[in-house]
């Protein structure tokens, strides 16, 4: 392959990623507002899981063991926190806040990760780069929160949070995935992540949301097209060049989309679903894509440092979109969301 054409692949990777990352929070509006959030999400992941699968069954990448019980059963752990508290938080979330703020919430995720980390290996205290990073972050919500509060902006306090936990809870699944047994492929065990978090949406969707309002046959072709989306582009092309841009650029890099794409959801929102912010809320919006930022040239230069390990820089090349089972993953959602 000459020099030109992988360039001009990892351009379109680029975009993919950027553009339909940062577009599946308004898919999930529009088709969470039909039908219920976690329901819809589940049969999204139901959907996109079997089709991955199957893919890879076709692709032979399938080997044995992969479907063992054990990691199932992980997968069905990691599932917990990816799929049922992160993108199930947030497609909750976004029917009750703008899409562009819980893309922004969603960009805090390498904060738990790194504190998740430091808690898990108590080397030190985290340095100052990472410190001036949260407290960015910190400050970022707190704005959110003096902004839900005011008697101006009509922002779902109640959203907030739940976004927030979904992002803990993502985080949370990321750390996990790290050392927790997955079929050989990141492919395979991706599938299998969007399978076992799709059981799991749909099961708790009953307890916590009604069905009664359910009627597929009344379900518009807005919905349709948004789930068709979340399903083939967000889930399936999203994931396909995240992982292509792991195996072939630096996850530094790949890592940028953690701050690109709550801007495209700003654009998409602003412009297609009239989402107007006020000041108090684009500089909460503003201080959080800062500590992202702090945080991801932290990590680069954490990197590029002799002695540093993968698993402390994020360099972990195992997968997931909304799913994949990588540091870097966990910033979605999800990711793709």
Known sequence: MSSRTHALKVIVAFATLYTIWGSTYFAIQKAGAEMPPLLMAGWRFLAAGTLLLTICASLRLLRPGDLAPRNWRAAFIVGVGLMLIGNGGVAYAVQRIPTCISAVIVAITPMWLVLFDWAQRRKGRPSNAVILGIALGVAGIATLKLSGQSHTTSLDSWGVVINIVATIGWAAGSIYSRTAPR???????????????????????????????????????????????????????????????????????????????????????????????????????????????????????????????????????????????????????????
């Open 183 to 337: 079929a050989a492929s990141p492919v395979t065990a991706c599938a299998m992540q969007m399978l076992a978090g799709g059981v799991l949406l749909v099961a708790t969707s009953p307890m916590l949301e009604s069905w009664s309002t359910v009627d597929v046959a009344a379900l518009t072709p807005k919905f349709w097209l948004s789930w068709s989306y979340l399903v083939v582009f967000g889930s399936l092309c999203g994931f396909t060049a995240y992982i292509w841009l792991l195996q072939n650029v630096s996850a530094a890099k790949v890592g940028t989309y953690a701050y690109v794409n709550p801007v495209v959801a700003l654009i998409i929102g602003t412009v297609y679903n009239r989402e107007r912010l006020t000041f108090t809320e684009y500089l909460a919006c503003t201080l959080i894509l800062a500590g992202v930022v702090v945080l991801s040239v932290f990590r680069t230069r954490a990197a590029a440092t002799p002695g540093v390990s993968n698993a402390q820089t994020g360099n972990d090349k195992t997968g997931n979109d909304e799913t994949a089972p990588v540091e870097l993953s966990a910033t979605e959602a999800s990711r793709s969301r």
